[in-house]
C-alpha cells in the first residue's frame, strides 16, 4: 500500500484537474452555452466567456459576483447585464477600496462592494476627476487618483459592455428591430428624396433617423464585436459590433441575422423564457459552426480552457506537495516523501498542460507578457526542482519547487486583473522566431535565479533557526546552487546575446542601454560574480548563498522592476500596483542576507555545541 499510495494520490490530483472538462448540462438557461459563442475584441477571437471573466476581474477582482445569497458565474452576470441591465445595476460588482475615493462619491466607508445603482447618482464628480486624472501619466499619480482612475474605468467599461446586445434604456429590443424593418424601405426612399431636394415622407424619416440615432449611439458604446462578417471569407477585422451592424444593413433593407438571433436571446432571458433561449442558441450556434467553423471552435476550446481552470488548480496541488515535504522534514518518513514528489508531479503536469494549451490558443510561444512570464518562470523552476529532487532524495527539490510554483502561479492571478492575458501582441514582440529563442531563453535564466536564490533561503533559514541543517545536507545545497548558478549563467548570456540580436534587426541597433537590456545584463554579471568569487576562494558555502540571494533581487528587478519605470522600449508591462510588492520582496530578502551574515556562533546548525572538530564549526564549511 505505501508504494501504491503516492500513485492513487497523483491520480486524484489528476482527476481534479480534468473535471472541469466535463461538460455540464444545462439546467435551465444554458449559459455555458452562450458563453461559448466567439466575439472579436483585442484584435482577437474569444468567447464570450473570456470576455465576462477578463472584465469582472477588472471591474470588482473576482471572477464572480454576488446574487442573493450565492456564487454568480462570470457568464451568467455578463448576459445579466446586456439583457436585465435594470437588474444588473443593482449588484454589487465595483470594489472600491481608496476611502478618499469613497468620500468623493459619498458611499459608505464600512462597504468596499458597491453597485452602479449606488454609484450612479454621484457619476457626475467621478467624472470630472477621471478626466482630469487621465492627464496625470500613471507613474505620477497618487494612490487617490489611482483609485479614481481605477473606478473610472470600470464604470466606463460597464456602461460598454450594457450596450453590446441593445442600445440602453431600450425594453424591447425585437419589437425595435421589427419596426426598424418595416422602417428601411420608406426611410431610405425619404433620405435620397431629402438628399435630391424632392419632396419627402417627413414621417418616415424621422422614424427612419430615430432608429439610426440609437443604433449610432449603440455602435459607439459597444465594448465587444458579436456579429460575424457578412461574407463567408470575411476577414477577423471584418467582426461587427451590433449598433454598426444595423448601421450599415439599410444598404441590404434587412436585419443581419446574428443580429436578430441575438435579440431574440436577450428578450427570452429577460422574459425567463428557457427554452426559447436554448432552441436561438442552439440555431444560432449550428449556424455560425457551419459558417465559420475555425472561430467557432477557437470559442469553445477557450472556454474550456476557462472552465478547466488548471491553473489554480495547480497552484492549490503546489501547496499539498509543499506540505507533504515539510511533514516529511519533520517525520523523515520516505513514504511522505514520496508522497509529496507524486503529488508535484501531478502539479506540474497540470501546469504543463494548462501552458500547451494556452500557446496553442494563442498561435504563440509561452511568453508573450507579464503575465505569461510568470506562468513560464513557475514551470521551469518546478522542473528543475523536480531534477533536484531526483539526484538528491531530501524533499528539498520538491519545497523550492511548490514554493516557487506556487508563488508564480499567485503573481500571474494578480497580473490577470489588468485584463485579458491572451492580448495581442505588441509590435516590439510580435516575432515568433525571437518569441520561442530569446524570450523563453532569458526566462529559463529567471527561473534559475530564483531557484538557486530559493536554495539560499532554505539553507540560511534551516542554518541559522534549527540544528537540521546538517554537513551532508548543507554541502548538498551549496552544490545545486553552484550547479544552478552555472545554468543560470548559460541561459541569461545566451537569452541577452539573442536579445541585442533581435534588436538589431527590429531597432537597428545591438545595444541601447534600455532599462530591460540593462537588467538582463545585471543578471549575467552578478552570475559571473558568484562564479569567479567561487572559483577564486574569496566566498565559501555561506558567501555563496548570500549572494544568492542577492540574485533574487537583481532578477526580480530585471523581470518587474524596469518595466515600473515607465522608459524604454519594454515599458510595455507597466504596473504599478506591484510597487509595493515588488519593494517587500527585496526588503525581505535584505533581512534575511542580514540574517545569513550573522556570526557562526549565533547558527543553531553552526553552534560549537554540536560535536565537530577543535576549531571547526559543526555541519559544512561556511
Same mark, same amino acid.
Given at each position: ?37 466567439p466575439v472579436l475584441l483585442n484584435g ?68 468596499? %462592494? ?241 501552458l500547451v494549451w494556452r500557446m496553442v ?97 532554505? %539553507? ?106 515607465g522608459i524604454g522600449l519594454h515599458s ?51
Amino acid at each position: 500500500m505505501k508504494r501504491v499510495l503516492p500513485w492513487i494520490l497523483a491520480a486524484l490530483c489528476l482527476l481534479w484537474g480534468a473535471g472541469g472538462l466535463v461538460p455540464r448540462k444545462p439546467a435551465g438557461f444554458d449559459i455555458d452555452g452562450f458563453g461559448r459563442l466567439p466575439v472579436l475584441l483585442n484584435g482577437r477571437i474569444q468567447p464570450f466567456d473570456s470576455v465576462a471573466r477578463n472584465s469582472l476581474l477588472e471591474i470588482r477582482t473576482r471572477q464572480s459576483a454576488r446574487a442573493d445569497g450565492r456564487k454568480m458565474p462570470a457568464m451568467e452576470w455578463l448576459l445579466e447585464l446586456m439583457a436585465q441591465p435594470d437588474q444588473a445595476d443593482e449588484r454589487k460588482v465595483f470594489r472600491v477600496d481608496n476611502r478618499e475615493v469613497l468620500g468623493l462619491m459619498s458611499l459608505s466607508e464600512e462597504e468596499h %462592494y458597491f453597485s452602479f445603482a449606488d454609484i450612479r447618482p454621484h457619476q457626475a464628480e467621478l467624472s470630472r476627476e477621471g478626466d482630469r486624472v487621465q492627464k496625470i501619466e500613471a507613474a505620477q499619480r497618487t494612490a487617490f487618483e489611482r483609485g479614481v482612475m481605477k473606478l473610472y474605468s470600470s464604470m466606463w467599461l460597464y456602461q460598454r459592455l450594457k450596450a453590446t446586445l441593445q442600445p440602453p434604456d431600450v425594453t424591447d429590443f425585437s419589437a425595435e428591430l421589427e419596426d426598424y424593418a418595416a422602417s428601411i424601405d420608406a426611410g431610405v426612399k425619404a433620405v435620397r428624396a431629402r438628399e435630391t431636394g424632392e419632396s419627402f415622407d417627413n414621417q418616415a424619416f424621422n422614424r427612419l433617423l430615430g432608429h439610426l440615432s440609437s443604433f449610432d449611439q449603440m455602435s459607439r458604446m459597444a465594448y465587444v464585436r458579436p456579429i460575424p462578417p457578412a461574407a463567408e471569407d470575411g476577414a477577423a477585422e471584418d467582426w461587427n459590433n451590433v449598433g454598426a451592424a444595423l448601421m450599415t444593413s439599410m444598404q441590404g433593407g434587412a436585419v443581419p441575422d446574428p443580429v436578430l438571433q441575438y435579440a431574440r436571446m436577450a428578450a427570452a432571458y429577460a422574459a425567463g423564457d428557457s427554452a426559447a433561449f436554448n432552441a436561438t442558441l442552439d440555431s444560432y450556434s449550428q449556424w455560425l459552426q457551419a459558417r465559420d467553423p475555425r472561430a467557432s471552435n477557437k470559442g469553445r476550446a477557450e472556454s474550456a480552457f476557462n472552465h478547466a481552470q488548471l491553473f489554480y488548480k495547480a497552484t492549490v496541488i503546489y501547496v499539498a506537495a509543499l506540505l507533504g515535504a515539510l511533514a516529511f522534514w519533520f517525520w523523515w518518513n520516505e513514504g511522505l516523501r514520496r508522497c509529496a514528489v507524486w503529488i508535484l508531479a501531478a502539479a506540474w503536469v497540470l501546469h504543463t498542460v494548462a501552458l500547451v494549451w494556452r500557446m496553442v490558443l494563442e498561435g504563440r510561444p509561452p511568453v508573450t507578457n507579464l503575465y505569461s512570464s510568470a506562468i513560464f518562470i513557475g514551470w521551469g523552476a518546478v522542473l528543475l526542482g523536480l531534477i533536484l529532487e531526483r539526484i538528491y532524495r531530501d524533499g528539498i527539490g520538491i519545497v523550492v519547487a511548490s514554493l516557487i510554483g506556487f508563488s508564480t502561479l499567485i503573481i500571474a492571478h494578480n497580473l490577470a486583473i489588468g485584463g485579458d492575458t491572451m492580448e495581442m501582441m505588441r509590435a516590439v514582440l510580435d516575432t515568433n522566431f525571437w518569441l520561442a529563442t530569446h524570450v523563453v531563453t532569458i526566462t529559463l535564466g529567471y527561473s534559475s535565479m530564483f531557484v538557486a536564490g530559493a536554495l539560499a533561503l532554505i %539553507y540560511v533559514l534551516r542554518g541559522v533557526f534549527t540544528a537540521s541543517l546538517k554537513k551532508s545536507t548543507a554541502e548538498g545545497l551549496a552544490r545545486m546552487v553552484y550547479g544552478i548558478v552555472c545554468f543560470a549563467t548559460l541561459f541569461s548570456f545566451v537569452g541577452t546575446v539573442l536579445g541585442g540580436i533581435w534588436a538589431d534587426q527590429s531597432w537597428g541597433r545591438f545595444w541601447g542601454w534600455d532599462p530591460k537590456e540593462n537588467g538582463a545584463l545585471l543578471i549575467v554579471l552578478w552570475c559571473a560574480t558568484i562564479l569567479h568569487a567561487r572559483w577564486g576562494g574569496l566566498i565559501k558555502a555561506r558567501g555563496l548563498m548570500n549572494m544568492a540571494i542577492v540574485g533574487n533581487i537583481i532578477t526580480s528587478f530585471s523581470w518587474f522592476g524596469v518595466n515600473m519605470l515607465g522608459i524604454g522600449l519594454h515599458s510595455y508591462g507597466f504596473m504599478d500596483s506591484a510597487f509595493r510588492w515588488l519593494s517587500l520582496f527585496i526588503a525581505s530578502q535584505l533581512a534575511i542576507i542580514g540574517i545569513g551574515l550573522l556570526p557562526l556562533r549565533m547558527w543553531k546548525s553552526f553552534s560549537s555545541s554540536q560535536s565537530a572538530p577543535a576549531g571547526k564549526p559543526a555541519g559544512a564549511t561556511p
